[in-house]
């Protein structure tokens, strides 16, 4: 699975720009998310479609981002994952 492009990025603009107001949050590239000097947030694309990756704990945690249902969920999960460390 590789990472998104620039194309498939240009389909979240809204969902980057709600991500982009997360306190703590650093994006070195467009739709490439660290916090502190560790990467916290990066999305692929595949014939199944876009996902993000969510660092939960030591891991990443792989989420859908296909429909407004899938990025309200990942929204969430960014948002636990940030309250928790």
């Not at 979240?12 to 982009?20: G, K, Q, T």
């Not at 199944?48 to 990942?74: C, M, Q, W, Y």
């Amino acid at each position: 699975m590789k990472h998104a492009s620039a194309q498939t990025l240009k389909q979240l603009v809204p969902l980057l720009d709600e991500i982009r107001t997360r306190q703590g949050l650093k994006e070195r590239k467009p739709g490439i998310f660290y916090r502190k000097a560790k990467s916290f947030l990066h999305f692929h694309e595949d014939p199944a479609g876009i996902f993000a990756d969510v660092t939960v704990g030591a891991s990443f945690e792989r989420h859908p981002v296909n429909t407004a249902k899938e990025r309200k969920s990942l929204l969430a999960a960014i948002d636990r994952a940030l309250e928790e460390s």
